[in-house]
């Protein structure tokens, strides 16, 4: 079942790269609040990337699946305290927004495994509350990030207001690729720029997105978060 909804997602992101003349971009199967046998349902099928959003339900998983060699984002805030668990467990951690972070993973980071790879995190709507810096410190975050030996910047995420309307959103993805060319001009390993989730990839690949994060359209409506959950 998962492995045919894998397919036809594929699909619909060939789909829409080919309608926008746009590059077809990477998939991340966005796993969270999902148990490690979906995932091992779509790895058996060929995925490769997850998503995870909470550092302990992430280590669960990673501890059962390990062995299948999958690659590891952390697509969820991060709290300081959990930076050092993070970069043990992760390949990825797409949700650098902060001086303290790039810190607290590029002494954390094992220095037997290859860097971590890191995406800075960007409040492109400039919305009050919401986690993600400031297009204005990209820059500041990226030269702190090269500073790191135990980290590689590899780009920029964004998860943009979730207007009803999809086509507001678009501004907001255009905005995202401005800022990660200009970065990818500056910093030559930067390849990434993650946006576009279930129900707006079609307007993330036409502006731009080199990667989505998808869920829902992958393995079906989540269980609410329970309380409690440990971000
Ligand atoms: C949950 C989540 C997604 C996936 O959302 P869907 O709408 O289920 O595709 C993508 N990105 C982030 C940061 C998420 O937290």
């Known amino acids: 079942m998962l492995a045919g909804t894998l397919s036809e997602t594929l699909q619909r992101l060939d789909n829409a790269a080919k309608a926008a003349h746009r590059p077809v971009p990477r998939l991340l199967a966005v796993s969270k609040l999902k148990p490690a046998a979906d995932i091992a349902a779509l790895a058996a099928a060929g995925q490769?990337?997850?998503?995870?959003?909470?550092v302990q339900e992430a280590q669960a998983k990673v501890a059962e699946l390990a062995g299948l060699g999958l690659e590891w984002h952390l697509i969820g805030h991060l709290q300081s305290n959990k930076a050092e668990l993070a970069a043990q467990l992760f390949d990825w951690v797409q949700t650098?927004?902060?001086?303290?972070?790039?810190?607290?993973?590029?002494?954390?980071?094992?220095?037997?495994?290859?860097?971590?790879?890191?995406?800075?995190?960007?409040?492109?709507?400039?919305?009050?509350?919401?986690h993600g810096c400031r297009p204005e410190?990209?820059?500041a975050l990226a030269?702190?990030?090269?500073?790191?030996?135990?980290?590689?910047?590899?780009?920029?995420?964004?998860i943009p207001t979730p207007h009803a309307d999809i086509?507001?959103?678009?501004?907001?993805?255009?905005?995202?690729?401005?800022?990660?060319?200009?970065?990818?001009?500056?910093h030559r390993q930067v390849d990434t720029l993650s946006m576009g989730m279930s129900d707006d990839f079609a307007v993330a690949i036409a502006e731009g997105a080199t990667m989505v994060r998808i869920g829902t359209a992958l393995f079906g409506a989540r269980p609410p978060k329970p309380q409690g959950i440990p971000a």
Request: glycine residues 8%.
């Open 48 to 54: 490769r990337a997850f998503g995870e959003n909470y």
């Open 96 to 130: 650098v927004d902060r001086p303290k972070l790039v810190t607290a993973l590029g002494s954390a980071r094992p220095v037997d495994r290859p860097p971590l790879k890191v995406l800075i995190q960007v409040n492109v709507d400039d919305e009050a509350g919401k």
């Open 137 to 139: 410190q990209v820059d």
């Open 143 to 158: 030269a702190a990030i090269a500073g790191q030996p135990g980290l590689s910047l590899r780009g920029l995420m964004a």
């Open 167 to 186: 086509e507001r959103r678009r501004p907001a993805f255009r905005c995202m690729r401005e800022l990660f060319d200009d970065l990818a001009a500056r």
